[in-house]
C-alpha cells in the first residue's frame, strides 16, 4: 500500500501542470542552488592552498592509476572562476529539471554519468592533461532530459532539452575535438551516459 501511495505522488509530480508538479520543481531548484555554493567553496580552497593543487591531486589525469580516482572528484573541481562561473548557471538549470523526476532516479543518474564520462576520459583522454569540471555531468543531463523524454514519451522533457539547447548551443560543440582545452571526451561521453540513465532509470507505467 505504502509503496502504491508513493508511486502515485511521484506519477502526480511528473504531470506537467499539476500542484504536485511545480512544488517539486520548486524543491529541485532550491536544492541545486544551494549546491553549487559548495563548488565555489571548493574552488576557494584550491585558491587558497595554490590554485591548481586540488585539481591535480583530484582531476582525472588519463590511463594513470593516480589519476582514476577523479573519476569521482573532478566534477566537483575547476580551472579556475571562469570556468566554474561558466558550468553554474546550466548545471541549476538542467540538474533543476533532472532531480524533479524523483531523487533515487536523480543520484543513480548522475553516479552512471559520471562513471561513464569519468571512465571514458580516463581510457581515451590525454595522458598529458588533466581533466577537471562539472561539464561532463551537465551534458549527461542534457542527453538524459533529450532520452527520457523519447523513451517515457514526455514532451515536457523533450521540450526542456530543446529550450536548454537553444540557451547553450554554442556549447554543444563542445562534443567535438575543436579545442584541445577542452575534453571533448567528457562531454561526448557525458552525453552517452545520460542517455544510457534515461533507459535504465524510465518510469514504467
Known amino acids: 500500500m505504502g509503496y502504491g501511495w508513493a508511486q502515485a505522488r511521484e506519477d502526480e509530480a511528473a504531470r506537467f501542470g499539476t500542484d504536485a508538479f ?30 591548481g593543487t586540488l585539481d591535480v591531486a583530484g582531476g582525472i589525469i588519463p590511463r594513470h592509476i593516480q589519476g582514476l580516482d577523479g573519476v569521482l572528484f573532478s566534477p566537483f573541481l575547476h580551472a579556475d572562476w571562469e570556468h566554474l562561473y561558466g558550468n553554474a548557471v546550466p548545471l541549476i538549470l538542467l540538474g533543476t529539471f533532472v532531480l524533479a523526476g524523483g531523487m533515487r532516479r536523480f543520484i543513480w543518474s548522475t553516479v552512471v554519468i559520471m562513471a561513464v564520462a569519468g571512465l571514458g576520459v580516463w581510457f581515451i583522454g590525454d595522458p598529458q592533461s588533466v581533466v577537471v569540471g562539472a561539464s561532463g555531468v551537465i551534458f549527461g543531463y542534457l542527453g538524459l532530459l533529450l532520452t527520457r523524454g523519447l523513451v517515457e514519451r514526455s514532451w515536457w522533457n523533450i521540450a526542456v532539452a530543446a529550450f536548454i539547447g537553444l540557451l547553450y548551443w554554442y556549447q554543444l560543440y563542445g562534443i567535438l575535438p575543436t579545442d584541445a582545452r577542452v575534453s571533448w571526451q567528457g562531454h561526448l561521453l557525458g552525453l552517452v551516459g545520460g542517455a544510457l540513465a534515461a533507459v535504465l532509470f524510465r518510469r514504467r507505467r
Open 22 to 51: 511545480y512544488a517539486s520543481l520548486g524543491r529541485a531548484f532550491v536544492t541545486m542552488c544551494a549546491i553549487v555554493p559548495g563548488l565555489f567553496l571548493i574552488e576557494a580552497i584550491d585558491v587558497g592552498l595554490g590554485p
